[in-house]
């Protein structure tokens, strides 16, 4: 059980994420989105990734963190879904880190509001904790 | 263990596909019961089917098709004649079939169900008994098999000794062709090569179906072919053809003719050419042959297979369009001829894997005639079915989606529709009803119309059922039109029937139908003339994945209105946006040829500001207008700026998106950009446009439209005696001839002349009208208007041809005189305007009729 998990990580503000590297299709740099009026706000727009259209999900909006400085340009996670790829946008793009089960903790109970559903539990590495993001229900804005 | 399951798939396919097949013939059958051409293609369906199944193991479908194939035996040899019970049993049997088919393709075995009953009576009809209850004739049973064999044997004998009788006759014919003087002796060696596959070919076949086919089909097959062969190189051809047969089995002929000339092309073009012209009466007269030849030259394909490839042209499609905008900023002349050939090719690609997808409607209508006898049975009604222009083609996924509508269609037809058969002969039609299918292609849309002579609908029974049911209030109803009034059997839970049938009648159905038509972006309209018949008709694109789109900006962002929702542009500018748009109640409205048309802000309506008072609105120096049309109902939306037109590719929303009922997809643009597809319907629902009111707001509007139709009539002005001038509708008027009075004869008592290698009536207005008529001294020509009706015409002879006017038509008092509609004022003059089909009535009763398809009037 304790087998090494490889997660892909990312920063949103101050806090440190990851979601399993499996789940991930790609990381690329920003890109020019299409807005949808009506939308769910955490929706920020389309994006032509190659032909296929993908929904860019504002990961700031969606766990009530202040909005980026506007001079800041998020990046793309694309993360495999059901129904195809959804990006979620983030701050900045870290490294893939390899992680060990017995570093593994729940998150605490004390933990509430929007993050309390998108977070799983925080890996304690050296000097940091490494939250990892439920990227299913990170994806399913139809709650919202 | 895969293998079968391969071979079962295989198996199932096919004979589904015999099965739709057998349900067509049988019902053409029915009709002329002594096609033994059709009779032997059932049989040897069935055949096909029980053999293949007693080799898979399926021992109660082999027993039924058994059953089904005795009695088709006898049928066959003409010792029984089909009649409806017969029809009816084979039908029966053929559901039976299907069932275990179905069953066998959910659960792989053929079910429990052993028809013993169906079996009975199916046995009973071999017998040429009317099928009685199961237990009177249950002993008979066991014997029969053995009478069915014994029949068979003989069968076959006589078969072969008239087999033996016509290769004679073809040994005759050979030796006939060979002895007019040949040179071709080269081509004989070939055909002698040429026959050794043939042969080998032709003997599977053979041996199944040889001592089967009617010796009719064999003579019927050789002789065009004989007839042609006169020409040595041909007679060749023939000879290699018919000794190919006779080496193998007879009357394999036909079977064996394409593969020989095949062989033969190298040889001798000519005779080719010629051959092959033999070939087609010959294939077309025999269906096994015709059924060798399509399994060579066609493919079963996987749809996903097909859909995959309409997918990957969508890209293609984009990707011309990004090139094609990128080879516009550029001076590269090799770039530019390069992006023109990838836009030609790209082109012919999206038509050709379209035309992969499209498919003859007639797949749709083929379970119809089956429907409609089972209905008409169960009604207790006569109708016939006719089908024009079955071959008419459309997407698959839309023909698909019509499927469903089309028979509920014509049940409705049927159990509405059509009346019994003593009521109609009461009325003086036939007593049989004619339901008519047509399609054809108009304006990049398949139109479908499904006709019916029966009684039409009644609109004030309709009226008086909406009123009754609520649906609408008494003030509306009095405003309503004819065509409003029609549209209300589209409303949900409307219905007319006076009895509520299992057929039909509950009043879900129209509204259905209408919003599974609408949902593929198509229309449906009724036309009916009360006590003649109605028409629906629906119009539905050709395909749905790549449309043509209207681009507008609303801000920075650009969206798509697809073309088919698109009435027409107006754009405003300077003053008139102040003088134009008005406002009621802070709703902004522009009066579009007299028609109130609420206008929509898109940028509001997609809340990225908030609504635009009357004030903030005169600031605006431009208005772009996009006129709509949504369910009937036109507003007109105001954007930003409109762009051009684009073919985009519809791509479907993300699950987080669907929920908008604002957008109807996404497209990739020219440049890359990803653009939202407005949802016009969506649009309209959500801003009120269209809603409850929407039928009293349609009812005044239809008022309207009709006052504008009126000022839309093109008249024809003619001038009578010395003053009275007198019109027509310029759409009743074929031509206008000028006819040299020398070239008037008589015939029947009526002046006549020729006219378009007819003879045309003449009726002159001046008599018959009493109106009396001014010549010019001297005239040797006549005014002569030409109404056509059915392909036959008659002249109106008047005194002078005044003028074409479009004007509106205000009918100031009914005519009282025979050939007058009524007065109306047109150029300031007094005019009257004619009846034109009652003055044809009053000089030749029999013009109008008999209407050609009895529907069309």
Redesign the interface.
């Given at each position: 059980m304790s087998a090494a998990r490889q997660l892909c990580t990312f920063f949103l503000a101050d806090l440190y994420f990851g979601v399993d590297v499996q789940k991930v299709q790609e990381v690329i740099r920003y890109q020019e989105m299409t807005r949808v009026p009506l939308a769910p706000p955490v929706v920020r727009g389309l994006i032509n990734l190659r032909g296929q259209i993908v929904t860019a999900i504002d990961m700031r909006r969606r766990l009530d963190l202040p909005a980026l400085p506007a001079d800041q340009l998020p990046m793309n996670v694309v993360i495999r879904t059901d129904d195809g790829p959804v990006s979620l946008l983030v701050d900045e793009i870290g490294d893939v880190v390899e992680v060990d089960a017995d570093h593994y903790e729940r998150a605490p109970e004390t933990l509430r509001g929007p993050t309390r559903d998108l977070i799983q539990g925080a890996y304690k590495l050296n000097g940091r904790l490494l939250l990892t993001l439920n990227s299913d229900r990170a994806v399913s804005v139809a709650a919202n | 263990m895969d293998e079968l399951e391969e071979i079962i798939k295989e198996f199932l396919v096919e004979s589904y596909e015999n099965l739709d097949q057998l349900d067509r013939d049988l019902l053409a059958l029915e009709d002329a019961p002594d096609d033994r051409k059709r009779l032997s293609s059932v049989f040897r369906t069935i055949h096909t089917i029980k053999g293949t199944c007693g080799f898979l193991g399926f021992p109660i479908l082999e027993h039924v098709a058994h059953v089904g194939e005795s009695l088709l035996v006898r049928l066959r040899d003409g010792e029984l004649r089909l009649d409806g019970a017969i029809t009816t049993g084979l039908l029966a049997m053929v559901d039976a079939v299907r069932t275990m088919l179905t069953n066998i393709t959910q659960t792989k075995t053929e079910g429990e169900n052993h028809y013993e009953s169906l079996v009975e009576v199916l046995d009973q009809l071999r017998l040429g008994q009317v099928p009685q209850p199961v237990a009177v004739v249950a002993v008979v049973a066991v014997a029969e098999h053995a009478t069915s064999g014994a029949n068979f044997d003989f069968d076959s004998s006589g078969v072969k000794e008239r087999v033996e009788a016509t290769v004679d006759d073809l040994d005759a014919m050979v030796v006939e062709l060979t002895e007019t003087p040949s040179t071709a002796s080269s081509s004989k060696a070939s055909s002698k090569k040429s026959r050794k596959p043939t042969v080998a070919k032709a003997k599977p076949a053979a041996k199944s179906q040889a001592t089967k086919s009617p010796k009719r089909s064999s003579k019927q097959t050789v002789a065009p072919a004989i007839e042609t062969a006169t020409v040595t190189s041909i007679a060749m051809t023939t000879q290699a053809a018919i000794a190919a047969p006779i080496h193998a089995e007879p009357l394999v002929t036909a079977a064996s003719l394409p593969p020989a000339e095949k062989s033969m092309t190298t040889q001798n073009h000519n005779a080719t050419a010629r051959a092959s012209s033999i070939s087609e009466p010959a294939s077309l007269s025999e269906p096994t042959d015709k059924g060798q030849a399509v399994a060579e030259t066609t493919v079963r394909l996987d749809v996903a297979l097909l859909d995959k490839l309409m997918n990957l042209v969508g890209?293609l499609v984009?990707?011309r369009n990004q090139i094609l905008q990128y080879s516009r900023s550029t001076e590269d002349a090799s770039l530019i001829t390069a992006s023109q050939r990838l836009n030609l090719i790209t082109s012919e690609l999206q038509e050709g894997v379209m035309k992969t997808r499209m498919q003859p409607i007639q797949n749709a209508w083929a379970k119809l005639p089956r429907v409609l006898r089972d209905l008409s049975m169960t009604c207790g009604k006569k109708v016939q079915i006719k089908m024009e222009g079955a071959e008419t083609e459309l997407d698959k996924t839309i023909l698909e989606a019509i499927r469903d509508p089309l028979t509920h269609i014509v049940r409705n037809s049927v159990d509405h529709g059509i009346e019994a058969p003593g009521v109609r002969e009461a009325k003086g039609k036939p007593a049989e009803g004619t339901l008519l299918l047509r399609a054809f292609h108009e304006g990049g849309q398949v139109n479908i119309e499904i006709c019916d002579d029966g009684g039409g609908i009644n609109l004030a029974r309709v009226k008086e059922k909406a009123l009754s049911q609520g649906l609408i209030s008494p003030d509306q109803a009095a405003a309503m039109s004819e065509r409003e009034l029609m549209n209300l059997i589209l409303l949900p839970g409307f219905s007319t029937a006076a009895t509520v049938t299992n057929v039909s009648g509950r009043g879900v159905g129209m509204d259905v139908v209408k919003t599974n038509v609408e949902k593929i972006g198509g229309t449906l309209e009724i036309n009916s003339v009360y006590g003649e018949g109605t028409t629906l008709r629906i119009k539905i694109p050709l395909t749905l994945a790549i449309v043509p789109a209207l681009m507008v900006g609303c801000g920075e962002?650009r969206y798509a209105i697809p073309q088919n929702n698109l009435v027409e542009l107006v754009r405003l500018e300077g003053e008139r946006v102040q003088s134009e748009i008005e406002h009621i109640h802070n709703v902004p409205v522009y009066r579009l040829r007299g028609n109130l048309l609420p206008l929509l802000f898109l940028d509001e309506q997609?809340?990225?500001r908030p609504a635009r008072s009357a004030a903030e609105l005169r600031q605006d120096s431009e208005v772009n207008i996009v006129v709509l049309s949504a369910e009937g109902r036109q507003f007109g939306l105001v954007v930003n700026q409109i762009n051009d037109t684009q073919e985009i590719v519809v791509?479907p929303l993300?699950?987080?998106?669907k929920?908008?009922s604002?957008?109807a997809g996404?497209t990739?643009m020219g440049d890359?950009?990803?653009?939202?597809i407005l949802d016009v319907t969506g649009i309209a629902k959500r801003a009120g446009v269209v809603s409850e009111a929407r039928d009293r707001n349609k009812a005044q509007q239809t008022v309207k439209e009709q006052a504008c139709g009126e000022q839309k009539h093109t008249l024809l002005l003619l001038g009578m005696g010395e003053e009275r001038r007198m019109a027509m509708p310029l759409s009743l008027v074929a031509r206008l001839e000028e006819i040299s009075i020398s070239s008037v004869e008589r015939a029947d008592g009526q002046q006549v002349v020729q006219y378009g290698g007819q003879i045309m009536p003449l009726i002159h207005l001046g008599d018959v009208l009493g109106s009396g008529s001014v010549r010019a001294d001297g005239a040797t020509t006549l005014q002569v208007v030409v109404y056509s009706e059915n392909g036959r015409s008659v002249g109106l002879v008047v005194d002078r041809i005044l003028d074409i006017v479009e004007t509106t038509l205000t009918m100031q008092h009914a005519g009282k005189r025979m050939g007058v509609l009524g007065s109306a004022v047109i150029q300031s003059r007094v005019t009257d305007l004619l009846d034109i089909h009652n003055l044809i009535l009053s000089t030749d009763q029999d013009f109008f009729a008999p209407p050609p398809t009895a529907l069309a009037v």
């Open positions: - | 890209e984009l990707v962002d997609l809340q990225l791509k993300s699950q987080h998106l929920a908008i604002t957008y996404v990739i890359g950009a990803v653009a939202l």
